[in-house]
């Protein structure tokens, strides 16, 4: 026979999981209406979905309010605190979503015409994207799916290239001078609120996979790019080097603009004296890395004045220049490059990088 301690508390569980489907709900519409304002101009609906954000504010903040009453309450353990705990942290990502959906709604009221057709396009797609995305991850949440989070994490992922895509249209429709430039920095405050939706819904994903199995989320792994003139030494070394200490942290590749037919034996030799092996390796040529390089996180170019020779980078891959001699011996290079990869994994990673 269920205890009147266990029916209450099962009570305020259930309380804390109805509003957190009723905002979910709330949430995935005033998307919906926020895009459609900024598509047809409608300034009416725009004004209806600000204002609907004071709404999902207020009940935000009772959620807040019942989850800090049931750790109060009932002082939770196991289970019950992961999922409180884990619906605190959600909470706030909901908030900011009905933020992002408040900012696509003013963008409609400061738009002068109507997007072009590209661009439409662009936002249409991102925006079912964002509300398929949104919605599975609510969904998961609630009913405890793991496979459907995970599955949606991926699903995600794919997805993430794609603003690069987005962000040559406008570019393209700046150069064509289709419209004024405030119009497409309006448009492009939309598609970033958009695939901000798109990363807190994979966060709620990953705090559904949390409330089942206690498992946090993980750090986040990079893709490393090493490019210099001709990949037959330095750069290779910094690709297996940083292989060698930080296998858990990344994945690491190296490319040249001007590939040598292989690597230096100087090199080779050198590597062998550390525990690496570049026998099985060869240079590579950059633009065999022009299809994929939107999934590159980090392109480091070596050498003072190297980075002039990479190609136009996507908008979410970074660049470092590390002024490094190409010509110093493979003993004085490596001296000199350690470092400043144990540098730099530690600032990505902490100082945990492995």
Not at 320 to 334: G, H, K, V
Request: one cysteine or more; charged letters at 25%.
């Amino acid at each position: 026979m269920t205890s009147h301690y266990e029916q209450r508390l099962q009570r305020d569980l259930d309380w804390i999981s109805e509003l957190v489907g009723v905002v979910g709900d709330q949430l995935v519409q005033t998307i919906q209406n926020a895009v459609q304002a900024v598509l047809t101009l409608d300034k009416q609906l725009a004004t209806q979905t600000i204002i609907g954000d004071y709404t999902i504010n207020r009940q935000t903040r009772e959620l807040d309010r019942l989850c800090h009453a049931f750790v109060a309450r009932h002082l939770p353990s196991a289970g019950h605190l992961r999922y409180v705990s884990s619906v605190m942290r959600l909470n706030i990502a909901l908030e900011r979503i009905g933020d992002y959906a408040a900012t696509i709604s003013r963008t409609a009221a400061q738009i002068s015409k109507e997007p072009p057709a590209t661009v439409s396009r662009d936002i249409e797609m991102m925006a079912e994207q964002a509300r398929r995305t949104l919605t599975d991850s609510l969904k998961s949440f609630q009913e405890r799916d793991v496979q459907l989070a995970k599955a949606t994490l991926a699903t995600a992922a794919q997805f993430a290239p794609y603003f690069d895509r987005v962000f040559q249209d406008l570019v393209q429709e700046g150069d064509a001078k289709t419209r004024p430039t405030k119009d497409l920095f309006d448009l492009l405050a939309t598609l970033n609120r958009l695939e901000r939706v798109i990363h807190q819904a994979k966060n709620l994903c990953e705090e559904a996979i949390f409330v089942v199995t206690g498992q946090a989320k993980g750090e986040k792994t990079f893709n490393i790019l090493f490019v210099d003139a001709n990949n037959d030494g330095l750069s290779q070394l910094a690709e297996h080097f940083t292989t060698k200490a930080f296998p858990n942290s990344g994945r690491y590749l190296s490319a040249a603009w001007e590939p040598s037919e292989e690597i230096q034996g100087s090199y080779k030799s050198f590597a062998e004296t550390v525990g690496i092996d570049l026998s099985k390796s060869w240079p590579t040529d950059l633009k065999t890395f022009k299809e994929t390089m939107d999934t590159m996180d980090l392109v480091i170019s070596i050498g003072k004045g190297t980075r002039e020779h990479l190609p136009k980078l996507p908008f979410h891959t970074g660049s470092l220049e590390w002024d490094l001699d190409p010509n110093a011996s493979p003993e004085e290079a490596y001296r000199q490059l350690t470092p400043m990869v144990r540098e730099l994994m530690e600032q990505l990673r902490g100082e945990q990088a492995s």
